[in-house]
């Protein structure tokens, strides 16, 4: 089984990165389809709830990492959830369960941005990287 993490921005993904993101998940599950693939990710507003949506329609397992404070939660219904964990450490959770990383960031990499932490620590563990740009910003 591949275990696909995802963080991303909550103004939500631009149709070019939804697509994107939907032929990610379909390759993944036509080369994993006798084991399948899991989606975790972090209930939030956004991106968090469109690659929910998106992997609920292909059948997937979806594991959420909810964050402490719910202000940007969106509560998606999930097979599983973990602990609820501040936003950082919440997100290295992500990470730390996943094989690959899936960021759906919302511009260029900066600091201060959850999503390019998290991009910046899945790449410090070692763990793969797919970064589906915005564009058009």
Known sequence: MIRIGVTGTRKGMRIGQKVAFRMFLKGANVNREHL????????????DAEAHEIAESF?????IHPPEDP?????????EYRERQPYLKRNEDIVNSCDILVAVP????RLRSGTWATVRYARKRGTP???LERAGE
Do not use: I, P, T, Y
Request: charged share 20%.
């Open 106 to 109: 919302s511009g260029r990499e």
């Open 36 to 47: 399948g693939a899991v989606l975790h990710h972090g209930d939030c507003v956004g991106a």
């Open 71 to 79: 202000k940007h939660r969106a509560f998606c219904k999930a097979d």
């Open 129 to 131: 990287v797919v970064v």
């Open 59 to 63: 059948g997937m397992s979806v594991v």
